[in-house]
């Protein structure tokens, strides 16, 4: 799988001990600042565009919260930055629970984190847990009826 990540000065650190564990289990990963820390609004268009473009399968984008970072990445259509709370609006994923459900409920293609708050070994389960998590998984067929119909919606509203 190809995965594009970024991050702004804040979630450098965190970043970069998510890259080198999913580069260990076999990950082909590109890293938009692998040296410097970039400004969070560049580093979300950034992992945004990648994914939007169809060169890289997801996408990782950090920040000092998750918040800026996730707001940005999910003004780029066709993105959907991990969702905690409300259904169509980018929060961010504290937990592993969390990001799982965000890919396996909200077929999320970008993992927003807040450096500030995870830590590393955190971050690098919730990577994991994203990132082997499939949409519809683990559902009740009557829950994955609801979601499919809820997912079918937001992709109609992503074409205005």
């Not at 820390?37 to 979300?44: G, M, T």
Request: hydrophobic share 45%.
């Amino acid at each position: 799988m190809k995965i594009i990540m970024g991050a702004d000065p804040a979630g450098f650190d965190l970043k970069n001990a998510i890259k080198e564990n999913l580069l260990k289990k076999g990950y082909e990963i590109t890293d938009i600042d692998p040296d410097t820390p970039v400004l969070f609004q560049d580093a979300a268009v950034a992992v945004a565009r990648g994914v939007q473009s169809g060169a890289y399968e997801r996408g990782i984008a950090i920040c000092g919260t998750g918040v800026g970072i996730s707001m940005a990445a999910n003004k780029v259509k066709g993105i959907r930055a991990c969702v905690c709370s409300e259904p169509y609006y980018a929060a961010l994923c504290e937990s592993v629970y969390q990001a799982r459900r965000a890919k396996a409920v909200n077929n999320t293609n970008v993992l927003c984190m807040g450096g500030f708050i995870i830590g590393h070994e955190m971050g690098i389960e919730m990577a994991n847990a994203w990132l082997e998590a499939e949409h519809m998984s683990g559902l009740t067929p009557e829950m994955a009826a609801i979601v499919e119909k809820e997912y079918d919606q937001l992709v109609e509203f992503e074409k205005t």
